[in-house]
């Protein structure tokens, strides 16, 4: 289903900014080798509202095949993003009277929750897909399944229950972002707080972080974006903070409203030039370089964005094998490719290692010091570790 509105303000003044072509699922580890099963692919194209700023994907899978109960997305196997939601619990714990009640949609396994209830509070999860959801139950945190809809809150007793709810890079996931936030102002309590986490769009643009878009991911705000969104949909603006987290994003906090606001677009904010293009044939280059001065290379990090970066750029035939740390991945397959996904061991070593799942460069070049004549990064740039 190809979107010919925006998102978040409903213009239909969409330009393109890059045309990636059929591109195959982020989200999708199979079984199997592409040599034994092919995979579908979906279009995909990167697109900005001129009246608004949003960035956003057009092009829109069908549902069940983004979410479903073969989800390969465990948020605790990942150490850099479980200290991640340690921090963020505690800053939400200073936003918050003591023992109050908080509602994070996109929960996935937990982890958040868990730190929530060892900082006193009551929290409850809602996810879409059964398989990680029910991970988090087996550790008796409270997670249901299904979408953030104001039919699940109804349906489960939730309506007006929360003092907080929260989502960390979930928003992207939502095709009808406007039935989601008309949700959260549902679940909360009178002068309620929504606390959210997405990708930072500017940083993206700037650096052609062509890796991190793909269907699974329809928008990508800007902190003047989010912030007109919201206040759009009865917020009004808290705070606004950069992370560092999955190459750079925005934590925005926002407050329940009655006052009214009008869609007044952002001062700036539209790209005039496409970078992506470059970004993804320099990247292939540095790769083969590799190749050729270290032979065949060695990835780490079996992440969507590194099953994006091999099939954008082609280079498939580079990579002997992916090394990842999930039990979820493991034993599957790069979208699209025969490269196997394989833990890594004490025996492993190379000539060259391309670290895909950049944005956890500093923690995996570190354990895997000392094992390959080249550790490398070739996004946002190209650098040896």
């Keep these: 289903m190809k979107s010919t509105l925006c998102r978040s303000c409903g213009s239909d003044q969409l330009t393109l900014i890059h045309d990636f072509g059929p591109q195959p699922l982020a989200g999708n580890f199979p079984a199997v080798p592409h040599a034994e099963a092919s995979v579908d692919r979906y279009p995909l194209d990167l697109t900005q509202c001129r009246v608004c700023t949003l960035l956003q994907v057009t092009n829109v899978p069908p549902i069940e095949a983004v979410f479903h109960d073969d989800y390969r997305y465990a948020s605790s196997t990942v150490p850099d993003l479980v200290r991640h939601f340690v921090g963020y619990a505690d800053f939400l714990a200073k936003r918050l009277p003591p023992g109050a009640r908080i509602l ?72 009808d972002i406007g039935a989601t936030v008309a949700a959260v102002r549902a679940a909360l309590k009178p002068d309620g707080l929504f606390a959210i986490e997405v990708h930072d769009g500017e940083l993206l643009a700037r650096e052609a ?6 269907h699974e991911h329809l928008t990508y705000f800007t902190e003047a974006s989010l912030r007109h969104f919201l206040e759009h949909h009865g917020f009004e603006f808290v705070s606004c903070d950069r992370t560092p987290m999955h190459g750079g994003g925005l934590r925005f906090v926002a407050r329940l409203s009655d006052a009214a606001h009008s869609y007044d677009a952002p001062a700036s904010g539209l790209i005039s030039s496409d970078a992506f293009g470059a970004t993804i044939e320099r990247c292939a280059a540095d790769i083969r370089k590799l190749i050729a001065e270290h032979g065949p290379v060695q990835g780490y990090g079996a992440a969507g964005r590194s ?49 895909l799942a950049w944005n956890y460069a500093g923690s995996i070049s570190r354990l895997i010091n000392g094992r390959f004549g080249v550790i490398a990064t070739v996004l946002p740039e190209y650098r040896e570790w």
């Excluded at 972080?209 to 793909?214: A, E, G, P």
């Excluded at 996904?341 to 190379?350: L, M, N, Q, S």
């Design 209 to 214: 972080q062509f890796d991190t878009i793909y």
């Design 307 to 355: 099953q994006m970066f091999i099939n954008m750029t082609n280079t498939a035939d580079c990579f002997d094998r992916v090394f990842d740390d999930s039990p979820l991945r493991r034993g599957r397959y790069i979208v699209g490719t025969d490269i196997p996904i394989v833990p890594f061991t004490a025996e492993d070593r190379g000539g060259a290692c391309v670290i």
């Design 104 to 175: 994070e949609f996109g929960s996935n396994d937990g982890v958040l929750l868990a730190q929530l209830h060892a900082l006193g509070f009551t929290a409850l999860g809602v996810d879409a897909s059964d398989n990680v959801a029910a991970m988090g139950r087996q550790r008796g945190l409270d997670i249901r399944t299904g979408f953030m809809t104001v039919d699940l809150l109804d349906r489960e007793n939730l309506l007006g229950q929360f003092d907080l709810v929260t989502c960390s890079n979930v928003f992207a996931h939502i095709d």
